[in-house]
């Protein structure tokens, strides 16, 4: 089979919608029904091919999560509610739906992996990038993009993986399993103040890990030109210095400018434009293997028109061209937080060290700080 031929894998199943928690809540199985309708949209059939999952191994499981948790979310099947945390509760098939969307996602990296699909998304729920080893929380039982790196170094040998975290939220659970781990780089972007804390400058991982996690928590109102120069700016030269041998997308669509979780503005042009930007580092450094992963995403028909528009990006039905995208960036947005990240990370990144490249790269000055910093107390103050 050529290169050409090969298809973007999705992972799909009954059971990532037999998940429900309590009625009105944002995290529902319709949200993945409005996915499954752009697969039989004209134009999109006959590019993709369907993954049938398995189950995530509790072998697997045990890398990640404790045994103890584990047995714990075992003890929630067939029971018609569990209180988890707040807002993350189970239904009698939650826990079978957990197991089959961490193992979907292992089944996606495998067949991406073999080179039988050039790339996947996997469509699943339960969520899982604030799942941690112990913990479930906001709306994650199992981590599934972190259970699928420790699958991918364990099973298939690889030593560096790339995770991007574009969810609105931090991905706290995936950042909490690899803070000390230099084979995986850890980059999330997101929305400074929201559920649930942490993600700051400053937090860079720790011991052989540091400078590993790349946090950019970013003031509401930033859209498609912020996310997008920040992409090529900083994610870009990162990556292709890490030059890792697969890479693993947290993709969560509550960044949108319609949902009702986030205060962003990123449209699906937006989305493309960053799938576009991985797509590109990944060509460069592991022969297109990405995966994806559902993270958030609460607004259905932006989720819908989100995903698609990502989709089309991975089966190369358009070709987004993030350097257009990214000049319409406010360089005020943009000045402080590269500061920021070029003086946390600089020391560890030669393409991160000081740069005076352009208007968005100087140093911001005293009164810009005093006004940044006074943004960022008052999002706090609000959250
Ligand atoms: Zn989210």
Redesign the pocket.
């Known amino acids: 089979m050529t290169n050409t031929a090969r298809k973007t894998g999705i992972v799909q199943h009954p059971l990532y919608a037999r998940h429900c928690m309590e009625p009105g809540h944002p995290e529902c199985p319709e949200r993945l029904a409005a996915l499954y309708t752009i697969l039989r949209e004209p134009g999109m059939q006959g590019h993709f091919e369907e993954i049938t999952p398995t189950k995530i191994a509790k072998e697997v499981l045990l890398i990640v999560h404790s045994w103890d948790y584990i047995e714990s979310l075992e003890a929630t099947e067939g029971k018609s509610c569990t209180f988890l945390d707040a807002d993350t509760r189970t239904s009698p098939d939650s826990h079978a739906a957990a197991l089959m969307a961490a193992g979907g996602l292992c089944c996606a990296v495998e067949r991406v992996h073999a080179g039988e699909l050039k790339n996947a998304f996997a469509m699943v729920r339960p969520p899982g990038h604030h799942a941690k080893r112990s913990k479930a929380m906001g709306f994650c039982l199992y981590n599934n993009v972190a259970l699928a790196a420790r699958y991918a170094q364990t099973r298939l040998a690889l030593s560096r993986i790339l995770i991007v975290d574009w ?3 931090f991905g706290n659970g995936t950042q909490h399993c690899f803070a000390d781990d230099p084979s995986v780089l850890f980059f999330s972007i997101h929305q400074t103040g929201s559920f649930p804390g942490g993600g700051r400058f400053r937090k860079i991982g720790k011991d052989g890990g540091k400078g590993f996690s790349i946090h950019i928590p970013l003031l509401p109102g930033c859209g498609d030109g912020e996310y997008v120069a920040l992409f090529e700016k900083i994610l870009k030269p990162v990556a292709l210095e890490f030059n890792p041998q697969l890479i693993l997308v947290s993709a ?1 669509f ?1 960044p949108h400018f319609n949902d009702p ?1 986030g205060n962003m503005r990123v449209t699906p042009l937006g989305f493309a434009a960053m799938a576009r930007s991985i797509l590109d580092i990944a060509e460069q450094c592991c022969e297109g293997r990405v995966i994806m992963a559902l ?2 995403g609460y607004d259905l028909d932006g989720l819908r028109d989100s995903v698609r528009a990502v989709l089309k990006e991975l089966a190369g039905l358009q070709q987004t061209d993030p350097v257009e995208i990214m000049a319409a960036a406010d360089p005020k947005k943009l000045k402080y937080v590269l500061w920021r990240i070029r003086r946390a990370h600089g020391r560890y990144w030669k393409s991160l060290q000081p740069s005076l490249g352009d208007k968005a790269d100087s140093i911001p000055s005293f009164f810009e700080r005093v006004n940044e910093w006074l943004a960022r107390c008052l999002v706090y103050l609000k959250s």
């Open positions: 969810d609105l939220h969560g509550d979780l993270e958030g």
